[in-house]
């Protein structure tokens, strides 16, 4: 791996989710010189003191936040930093003009399809202003997104060279939780059904309506409960659920704290996007414990499994293509515990913590070995 000795890098985050900081610690022992600011309650700042890298709690309220970017200026004008890692459209129109002439390089980050447009005045001060030195996405298919979208129909601002895909890392650890039995019958499903779990934010483009639809072509005498994990953000849904035949054998559970040890109790996890989708962590969390996904051709889904080993991949918005996905996984116990192993060791060789550090650093040296 290339040492990160004397790379003095500035990690901008509002929150911290685990793969974040955990990429941050390890770059930081690699030698990065990490300062990171976030929100001064982000969950693991604590994990990240206690690693030695140094936290400036600065909150980024809104698109243009006039106190954080005077902070932000203050610190760019008394430090100087090798370059600037940020992480959300939001923090980078804050960094964006609280560096205002300034020339130190910037990583930006980007973990969802769509939400850009050239007709947008904060488009061009996040992601498609021209002092962003690299594009980490999280998946290759928001990495396409950029390479083919056009400006007038015509030109391209994004060369191939300047957006390059990093999966964000995971630990197998992280999810592995003891087997509750009382678990999902304490959320009003039968003891010992078969389970499809879906957890997400439930909105139409989640492919939520064709789900449930889908479960009206899965023979009854499978018997599946399709769980429906989140908060429900569109009427349609509910409506789609009241008429159908299914009704009794589907479950919105809503917002749940515990939905990853929930995940980890289902015998097939879902997530039937119809677009715009990224690299969906509730899957991510499913198949770290060995349970089998059935996934759309959206967006980065696709990325997280080998077809017919580690996983299924069904066309998006197609009920019927769901319905033959699950009917093959639920009349065949060994073919879908197996998938579910495979799944697993998918998590942990491809999207581990280890490997996202790697080339993280490894942008950041072709990033700087021209400036020596």
């Known amino acids: 791996m290339p040492d990160g000795t004397c790379i003095k890098v500035l990690y901008v985050l509002n929150t911290t989710d685990r793969g974040e900081r955990n990429m941050i610690i390890g770059l930081h022992g690699a030698g990065v010189d990490a300062t990171v600011i976030c929100r001064p309650d982000a969950p693991g700042r604590l994990e990240l003191e206690e690693a030695g890298i140094r936290v400036i709690p600065i909150r980024i309220r809104s698109k243009v936040d006039f106190a954080a970017i005077r902070n ?10 090798s370059l600037v890692h940020v992480f959300s459209k939001m923090l980078l ?16 980050y980007r973990g969802i399809i769509g939400n850009l447009s050239y007709w947008d005045p904060f488009s061009w001060l996040s992601f498609l202003n021209p002092r962003i030195t690299r594009m980490v996405c999280v998946c290759e298919g928001i990495r396409q997104f950029f390479l083919k979208k056009r400006f007038l129909f015509f ?20 999810y592995q939780h003891q087997h509750d039995e009382k678990l999902l019958p304490d959320l009003g499903i039968p003891s010992g059904a078969k389970t499809i779990g879906c957890v997400a934010r439930l909105k139409k483009r989640k492919g939520i309506i064709e789900l449930i639809q889908a479960m009206e072509l899965i ?25 159908s035949a299914s009704k009794d054998r589907i479950h919105l559970i809503g917002f749940h704290p515990e939905a990853a ?6 015998d097939i996890i879902t997530l039937p996007s119809l677009r715009r989708e990224g690299l969906p962590r509730a899957v991510i969390e499913g198949m770290a414990q060995a349970i089998a996904p059935v996934v759309t051709d959206a967006g980065g889904s696709p990325e997280l499994v080998e077809p017919g080993i580690s996983g299924l991949v069904v066309p998006p918005g197609d009920p019927k293509a769901l ?31 280890q490997q996202s550090v790697e080339k993280t650093l490894k942008l950041y040296t072709e990033i700087l070995e021209p400036l020596a």
């Open 93 to 108: 129109v804050n960094y964006t003009l609280a560096s205002w002439g300034m020339r130190t390089p910037v990583v930006a």
């Open 261 to 266: 040890r929930i995940a980890g109790e289902f």
């Open 155 to 174: 030109f391209n601002l994004f060369k191939p060279e300047k957006v390059v895909t990093i999966y964000k890392g995971h630990r197998i650890e992280w």
């Open 72 to 81: 932000l200026r203050q610190l760019l004008e008394n430090e100087s930093f």
């Open 219 to 243: 023979p009854r005498g499978l018997g599946p409960h399709l769980v429906l994990v989140g908060r429900v953000l569109d009427k349609s849904i509910y409506a789609a659920y009241e008429k």
């Open 323 to 353: 319905a033959e996905a699950f009917t093959k996984l639920l009349q065949d116990d060994y073919k879908r515990l197996e998938m579910g192993r495979q799944a697993q060791q998918r998590i942990g060789e491809c999207f581990n913590v």
